[in-house]
């Protein structure tokens, strides 16, 4: 069974930053694609980033400000979010892809796996 365990959100004010880490375990092949999501209340999830190989992957809007990255050997991916906004505010979650498809799906049907997301406060 593949678990991914999200920490590192926070409440920090805008400006500021924050890393999250999506640690993944329960399963010995390395995921094909893993992606960030975030969802604020009354919204749908909406697609951050993913990561496949070393090609990487950004919302329009969050290009320049995020970044993932993903270290093989330890089973973590990170999202260093840095300027947030008050807009940035939401529950992130990792999700993991173990498909063979290229590129990263950017719905979060094209993903197996979730955690259980970690909640991000960013306030003016």
């Known amino acids: 069974q593949v678990q991914l365990v999200e920490s590192g959100g926070g409440s920090v004010q805008a400006g500021g930053s924050l890393t999250l880490s999506c640690a993944v375990s329960?399963?010995?092949?390395?995921?094909?694609?893993m992606g960030w999501f975030r969802q604020a209340p009354g919204n749908e999830r909406e697609w951050v980033a993913a990561?496949?190989?070393?090609?990487?992957h950004y919302a329009d809007s969050l290009k320049g400000r995020f970044t993932i990255a993903r270290d093989n050997a330890n089973n973590t991916v990170y999202l260093q979010m840095n300027s947030l906004k008050p807009e940035d505010s939401a529950k992130y979650y990792c999700?993991?892809?173990?498909?063979?498809?290229?590129?990263?799906?950017?719905?979060?049907?094209?993903?197996?796996?979730w955690g259980q997301g970690t909640q991000v406060t960013v306030s003016s």
């Open positions: 329960g399963y010995t092949h390395t995921a094909n694609c």
């Open positions: 990561i496949m190989g070393r090609a990487t």
């Open positions: 999700a993991a892809d173990y498909g063979m498809f290229a590129p990263c799906a950017v719905v979060p049907g094209g993903y197996q796996y």
